[in-house]
Structures are given as C-alpha cells and as structure tokens.
C-alpha cells in the first residue's frame, strides 16, 4: 500500500479508525469532482463556496446510494476511486488475507437543514451491515472507508470517532448509546476534521456518530465497505439491483476479472463456467473479454 502507511494502520489497530488526510491524488480529486458536478448538480459548487446557491431541487439531492448516486458511477475516477488497490489491500488485510467483496458504494451528500442533517447517537455500524454480530476476529472483519471530496472542518458535520481505548470490553452490545446513557463516548470523541481528497477508516466495531451541521454549508463524500466474501450475513447491499442500469453494462464490461469478483461475479476457473454461461454472459455484456473464463 502506497497511500496508507504504516503508521495509519497502527493507528487504526490501536484506537479502531485512522484518517489519511491526503488519500486522492491532486489529479484524482479533480477528476472525481468533475464526474460529480454532473451526478449532482451544484454541489460542488455549494460545498466550495456556501454564498453559491444552496442545492434544493434536485431529486438525487435526498436519495444518495441509489441510481446514479451508487456504484458504478458514469465516471471512471469514482468507480476507480470505490475500488481502489489500496482500500482493497486494505481491507483483505484486515480480514485475515481473506478475499473480500464490496459491500457498499455510494456517494452521500449534506447540508444544513438536510434530513440527514443530524445530531447521530454514538453507533456501530453492523446494525445495517450484517444480520448477525461482529466478533473480533479477522475472517469476519468489516472495513469501512469515507472518502471525502470536500473540505470537512468543524462546521461540516464531521463524523466523530471513538477510540476503542475507551471501550475495553468486548461486547458491542447496545451498538447504539445515547449521550445520558454514556457519557464518556461522547466525552471522548473526536470529530474528523479532513480535507478533500481525504479518507477516514473505521470498523463495524468502532463507535462514532454523525454530527450536525453548525454552519449553513454542505458536505460531499462516498461511502465504501469492504467485507470479507465469504458470509452471506455480511454486507449492506446486493449489487444485481444495480446491475440492470447502463452504467452497470459499461463497467463490468472494462472492469479487470479481479474488479468483478469485488461485487460477486463469478471468477475464472469457477464451475460456473461453461459454454452455456460463457455464451449467455457475453450476449449480456457483449463488450466483455470472455477469455478470462474460457478454461
Ligand atoms: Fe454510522
């Protein structure tokens, strides 16, 4: 891993999160802010500068993680950035060295007085990512990702963390506590202030919390988990709902084999594999390289 040092592994194996502050490279998050000024109109622009016109109208505005909001994007940079090598590495490490499949892409956008402008409880994140429990052991291990593609300081809700130094028990049950309930999580948190082209890394095991907005500005990021292939409790979402949008067709037609085994497609040498599939699969995606699949 070239952008995520060893440093902000041990931070992250010590305290369960660690921040990245320059993740995306200049040309990246040029790029990935293009490709979201045309998803979303006059968010980057509000984000940069709250004296633009604040985005209202526009229907993607309150559905962030559907249509053209989630993976995979019209953009090749956002759909690049979702699997990048080192999130991957990242997470395969975390789980063991066990393979793992993306569990969640999507873009999420903010402002103030935004419905999911909110004052969050302290929570993990498993209650929407598996339907069972997430113990401390590798082969189950959850690794979760905000990218950041717009400055995020105190006023732009940002996600407070807290470290696991300060919950030594085990058990993640209540996976939610209201401040009354316990104060110290609250006490001790510590808001991610981060830059564009930035990433925060966390875990299903990891207790932190949205905060509000404190001032009338907004916030652009994407949502990425990563979770280890082989449980099929694990994971916020199914790809094949997506699958059916063009902008599917056009991904995994020049995706690499290796990207599509990351959202559950069928790698080669698998079972699934005969002439009957190779023929139905390339009617489907015409443009795909079937040879990856040929023995
Ligand atoms: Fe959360």
């Not at 500068?49 to 229907?59: E, F, G, I």
């Not at 873009?107 to 935004?114: A, G, Q, S």
């Not at 994140?125 to 300081?153: C, K, M, R």
């Not at 949205?210 to 082989?230: K, M, Q, S, W």
Request: charged fraction near 20%; aromatic fraction near 12%.
């Amino acid at each position: 891993m070239q952008r995520i040092t060893s440093e902000h592994v041990n931070h992250y194996l010590e305290h369960g999160y660690a921040i990245v502050p320059d993740f995306l490279n200049e040309s990246e998050l040029a790029e990935a802010r293009e490709e979201i000024r045309t998803t979303l109109p006059g968010w980057v622009e509000f984000c940069d500068d709250p004296t633009a016109p604040k985005p209202t109208n526009s229907q993607h505005n309150f559905l962030p993680g559907q249509g053209a909001t989630r993976f995979p994007y019209t953009g090749n940079m956002l759909n690049h950035i979702s699997m990048h090598p080192d999130l991957v590495e990242f997470a395969r490490a975390r789980a063991g060295g066990n393979e793992v499949f993306c569990e969640q892409a999507n873009l999420n956008v903010k402002c103030m007085d935004h419905p999911r402008d909110q004052d969050q409880a302290m929570h993990c994140d498993f209650g929407n990512h598996s339907l069972a429990y997430p113990p401390d052991l590798p082969e189950y291990w959850q690794t979760a990702y905000i990218v950041y593609f717009t400055d995020v300081d105190e006023d732009h809700a940002p996600t407070a963390v807290c470290s696991w130094q300060h919950y030594p028990e085990s058990l993640r049950w209540p996976a939610m506590y209201k401040r009354e309930d316990r104060p110290a999580l609250y006490d001790n948190e510590v808001k991610a202030t981060v830059p564009a082209g930035g990433l925060l890394m966390y875990s299903m095991r990891t207790f932190h919390r949205g905060t509000p907005f404190l001032a009338d500005v907004g916030r652009i990021v994407e949502f990425i988990t990563y979770a280890p292939a082989a449980w099929k409790w694990l994971g916020i979402t199914g790809w094949s709902v997506e699958a059916i949008r063009p902008a599917f067709r056009g991904w995994i037609e020049s995706a690499t084999p290796e990207e599509r085994e990351l959202l559950g497609f069928p790698p080669p040498g698998h079972s699934y594999w005969t002439d009957e599939t190779r023929e139905g699969v390339s009617a489907r995606y015409p443009g795909m390289d079937m040879s990856p699949y040929l023995d």
